[in-house]
């Protein structure tokens, strides 16, 4: 197994040498480039100069969209998510509506289990929910690799994407071991993570064992998404804020390592994200994502701080202040934006994903804002 941040292509940008100014763009400017890979958003991730602060939300293509209620109707989450035209479709809406610098690919934690075997539903009102739990070394053995051809459809839906989306870059994602891992042991979303912290130190050389599995799966899923033309990748790590930074660096940090190293020779940027993170900030860069994803409770000129201003952030507006005024809400906007200035590099994004009723015109609003007072 890779060493923790083995990978890594850090941004190396010393505090000494930033300034508060707004980062300007360079001759390549990204505004003129139609080439996904020199976007304002893949240039933020690299700590480049960009022409604005580029801007996208997690959970964009979904929910909280009426276009895609239309389109998905009463299709089940895994079979949306695994139907190729329907997902460039439910990805692309955001695209069109809110004018946003990034497509998310739609697609679900959880597809790259099921589509390795793994007996896994999306159950409505609940999330993920797992037939068989793993509770043992035997059921680890059991659980299948994901190869390429098992996910053949999402190869397609990428093509097409990557097609349709022209300059705007594509986001692929992948979950991080310990989150898949916690729904695997507990069967479904759980609030203490009892059974998985119980072999975490319980039975340690299970754990590994199944979270080295998990680490070559969602390497394999970002590998599939990064080939097929994702421009920028994402782990996603829902549940790693209930972990101490012990538990943390000495039972997750190696394992993410290795689902972020999967992709390191295709020379593309990779987020790192974590909700309830604030404490686990620098372990999670040690991973080798170029940018660490910082969720809604930490300030970003404070994370970058505890980053040692080494990496891009991503965030953080709270996702529930889309629930408030405008007037409200765009004091808000422009104090991340002035945060952010305190790293080498700056994509804005929620600091969790856009919850189901949010009205979509807020989004729209927000993307607006942050292109008013970014661009150069």
């Known amino acids: 197994m890779p060493a923790a941040g083995a990978h ?26 139609h080439d996904p890979r020199d976007s304002d958003l893949v240039r933020a991730a690299r700590c480049l100069p960009t022409s604005r602060t580029p801007v996208w939300f997690m959970r964009q293509a979904g ?6 209620h239309e389109a998905r109707k009463d299709i089940p989450m895994l079979q949306a998510c695994r139907t190729p035209d329907l997902v460039a479709e439910i990805t692309l809406q955001p695209v069109r509506r809110h004018g946003v610098d990034g497509a998310v690919l739609f697609s679900d934690i959880v597809v790259p289990l099921a589509a390795a075997g793994v007996e896994v539903d999306i159950v409505p009102g609940v999330g993920p929910v797992v037939e068989h739990p ?12 994901l190869t390429p051809d098992l996910v053949s459809d999402i190869d ?26 916690s729904y695997l042991i507990e069967g479904g979303p759980s609030r203490n993570h009892e059974r998985t912290k119980a072999m975490m130190h319980g039975d340690p050389d299970t754990w590994n064992a199944l979270c080295a599995k998990l680490a070559r799966i969602a390497g394999a899923f970002l590998r599939v998404q990064s080939q097929a033309g994702a421009s920028v990748v994402q782990l996603f790590d829902s549940w790693v804020g209930a972990l101490s930074l012990r538990d943390y660096q000495r039972y997750v940090l190696p394992h993410s390592a290795a689902a972020l190293a999967a992709v390191a020779d295709l020379d ?9 993170s604030g404490e686990l900030l620098a372990a999670m860069g040690e991973a080798g994502a170029e940018v660490v994803g910082v969720d809604f409770r930490t300030p970003l000129d404070v994370a970058s ?6 990496y891009a952030v ?36 929620l600091g969790h994903g856009v ?16 292109h008013q007072r970014t661009t150069h």
């Not at 793993?134 to 680890?140: E, F, L, M, P, Q």
């Not at 189901?356 to 942050?370: Q, S």
């Open 8 to 33: 890594a292509r850090i941004c190396r940008v010393s505090p000494e040498s930033r300034t508060p100014e707004p980062r300007v763009a360079s001759a390549s400017d990204a505004a003129l480039s």
């Open 63 to 68: 929910r909280s969209l009426p276009e895609y």
């Open 134 to 145: 793993v509770r043992s070394r035997a059921d680890v053995d059991r659980l299948p690799e």
């Open 156 to 181: 397609e839906a990428v093509r097409i994407l990557v097609g349709e989306l022209g300059a705007t870059p594509l986001i692929g994602f992948a979950g991080a071991p310990f989150t898949l891992a």
């Open 268 to 276: 593309i940027p990779r987020i790192h994200f974590g909700v309830g």
């Open 305 to 310: 701080e505890r980053l040692g201003g080494r």
């Open 314 to 349: 991503q965030g953080n507006l709270d996702p529930a202040l889309c629930f408030a005024p405008w007037e409200a809400i765009e004091p808000e906007v422009d104090r991340v934006l002035t945060e952010g200035k305190a790293a080498p590099g700056h994509i804005f994004n």
């Open 355 to 370: 919850l189901p009723t949010t009205d979509p015109g807020v989004l729209t609003r927000i993307v607006e804002r942050v």
